[in-house]
């Protein structure tokens, strides 16, 4: 028998994983709840009875394949990337319903070479004010969701007509236009959330350890059996770690120098 398995939405709505396919709500009786696949193509449904809570699901009425590897192996919490569209539009289409945020680096980055692409270099170094007013900008990813038009309007008050065409850019693209939306939406720059959490902003950890294993494997090019090798020594190596830390115990690190 195939397991089915309740999740939640990231509005708390409820949902239905069975075989790599993800149902939502479509409509609520006195009895059940009706669950339609989050394809609306697919004609595939689950019935919950609010009485028993048992769930029952039709297996063939599915019209595409499902992508079980990801529904049941990767369901993070939420997931970081940088800006790039694609990579934005792929975690879209493959996890949903998985909160996605953009890197705090790479959004500061995206605005100070706009500042250099704008000829503000000169600006920017020899105007404090100016400077700060631009830093008041990236600031705008700690602010709550609720407050970042009123705070980007504060802040465009501040500068002098010489930057109208880096708020335009900075409008355009992570606030919005009277008729457009902006190219990234606020949920995905907007870090207040990760901040009030006290979850990770940037991915220096991930990092931290690429390093270390670039180090540990020692070449730039190695063949898959010594490249296997390593991973193999690296999984084991994190599973001892991983055991440690549940048990209390410190994990022992190397001294600088020594690595």
């Given at each position: 028998m195939s397991q089915i398995e309740q999740l939640s939405s990231v509005k708390g709505k409820p949902m239905i994983l069975h075989?790599?396919?993800?149902?939502?709500?479509?409509?609520?009786?006195?009895?059940?709840?009706?669950?339609?696949?989050?394809?609306?193509?697919?004609?595939?449904?689950?019935?919950?009875?609010l009485l028993t809570l048992h769930i029952t699901c039709d297996d063939d009425q599915y019209n595409y394949s499902s992508r079980s590897w990801v529904n049941n192996c990767?369901?993070?919490?939420?997931?970081?990337t940088d800006f790039e569209t694609g990579t934005i539009k792929s975690v879209k289409d493959m996890?949903?319903?998985i909160l996605h945020k953009g890197y705090l680096f790479h959004f500061s980055q995206a605005v100070c070479r706009q500042v250099q692409s704008k000829g503000l270099t000169?600006?920017?170094?020899?105007?404090?004010?100016?400077?700060?007013?631009?830093?008041?900008?990236?600031?705008?990813?700690?602010?709550?969701?609720?407050?970042i038009i009123t705070g980007f309007d504060l802040i465009c008050d501040q500068f002098d007509n010489g930057a109208d065409d880096l708020l335009e850019y900075?409008?355009?693209?992570?606030?919005?236009?009277?008729?457009?939306?902006?190219?990234?939406?606020h949920r995905i720059w907007n870090i207040h959330d990760?901040?009030?959490?006290?979850?990770?902003?940037?991915?220096?950890?991930?990092?931290?350890?690429?390093?270390?294993?670039?180090?540990?494997?020692?070449?730039?090019?190695?063949?898959?059996?010594?490249?296997?090798?390593k991973i193999r020594r690296e999984q084991s190596k994190c599973q001892v770690d991983m055991t440690k830390i549940l048990q209390s115990h410190d994990i022992k690190t190397k001294k600088a120098c020594y690595r």
């Open positions: 075989e790599g396919y993800i149902y939502t709500v479509e409509r609520t009786t006195k009895t059940k709840s009706i669950f339609q696949c989050k394809n609306r193509d697919c004609k595939g449904v689950c019935r919950r009875l990767f369901l993070p919490e939420s997931i970081m996890l949903s319903n000169t600006k920017y170094n020899a105007d404090e004010v100016f400077r700060l007013n631009v830093k008041q900008l990236i600031a705008l990813a700690f602010a709550p969701l609720d407050q900075f409008e355009k693209t992570c606030i919005e236009t009277d008729r457009k939306k902006p190219q990234f939406d990760r901040v009030v959490a006290t979850v990770p902003r940037p991915n220096n950890s991930v990092e931290g350890w690429h390093n270390a294993f670039a180090d540990r494997v020692a070449l730039s090019h190695p063949t898959i059996v010594k490249l296997g090798e």
